[in-house]
């Protein structure tokens, strides 16, 4: 914040795009230590639009995905979701979540030393019951989350909901077996997706290179063509393909005794800056053009 002369959300947006800018280095110490530790924590920013919508939050996410079992698990303060409207707002975030990840996805109702999360799970499992909690309120805010209520619904269904305690540890025990479980799920159902998009994106790039080739090759055709057509077949008899593709023109016999009054080598001073990988691209070049030049006759 200070060296850049940024707010609090400034500061965590541009630390974490430059710690993505090393996250190669985070990869290669989780590989080293995966025989050692079964598991690995990464504790990410909670502001949602920080991590979740960020393009470096992406990048991390994606990272992690494409090589290693990734699971998601959103901690949520169950001490402070007793209110309906509230309960919403997290439900809403962690919907957004999962959909963006697209990872397997738990949710974590911490604090059950303070109160027990039956209540959230009864919310979820029981339409009903949550309206009658949402009849108490009444903001405007309500009519929304009724209806959202309902969209909910679904993903409500196939949502894995583990109540725990950070400080008595109770619950971890079945926070485990639902890791577990996502484990599998992202074997089964998430690894193969990342397999299709990653062999997708390199047919991509393969035909992206072809094409390129394919143009290169079809500039240097015509060029060849050009060249032949200029010159006409009785100079076209006389001079090589490369002579009339490289040449800039020939020299008559007054100016061929002025360039000898000039002390340069042009041709070797030409060579002399010319990379040797251009070169060797240019005799394939000429090779090729003669090939053609040759079949043509």
Same mark, same amino acid.
């Given at each position: ?51 979740? /919508? ?68 009864? /919310? ?21 989350? =009724? &209806?959202? &209520? ?45 397999? =299709? ?19 290169? /090759? ?23 393909? &490369? ?13 061929? =005794? ?27 070049? =000429? ?11």
């Amino acid at each position: 914040m200070k060296q850049y002369g940024l707010g609090p959300n400034g500061g965590i947006v541009t630390s974490l795009n430059l710690f993505a800018t090393r996250f190669d280095q985070v990869m290669k110490f989780i590989e080293k230590r995966q025989n050692a530790s079964k598991y690995v924590i990464i504790d990410t920013p909670g502001q949602i639009e920080v991590f979740t /919508w960020s393009a470096s939050g992406t990048i991390i996410t994606e990272a992690l995905a494409s090589s290693l079992h990734s699971v998601v698990v959103y901690v949520m303060d169950t001490s402070r979701s007793t209110n309906p409207i509230t309960f919403m707002s997290n439900m809403l975030y962690a919907c957004s979540i999962l959909y963006k990840t697209k990872l397997p996805f738990i949710v974590v109702m911490n604090k059950t030393d303070i109160i027990d999360h039956s209540f959230a799970v009864e /919310w979820m499992q029981d339409f009903e019951t949550f309206q009658d909690a949402l009849n108490q309120e009444t903001s405007y805010v309500s009519n929304l989350t =009724r &209806s959202m &209520s309902l969209v909910l619904d679904e993903f409500y269904s196939s949502l894995k909901v583990v109540g725990v305690s950070a400080v008595l540890g109770t619950g971890l025990e079945e926070f485990f077996t639902q890791l577990s479980k996502a484990v599998d799920e992202y074997e089964r159902e998430y690894r193969p997706e990342y397999e =299709r998009l990653r062999k997708t994106l390199e047919e991509a790039q393969e035909k992206q290179k072809r094409e390129q080739l394919e143009h290169l /090759w079809k500039d240097m055709g015509s060029v060849c063509m050009q060249s032949s057509t200029m010159a006409g077949p009785d100079d076209a008899s006389a001079m090589s393909p &490369s002579e009339l593709i490289l040449t800039r023109g020939t020299l008559n016999e007054e100016e061929e =005794r002025e360039s000898d009054t000039d002390d340069i080598d042009h041709e070797v001073t030409e060579e002399s800056h010319e990379e040797p990988a251009f070169r060797n691209f240019m005799q394939d070049m =000429r090779m090729k053009c003669q090939r053609k030049s040759n079949l043509n006759e």
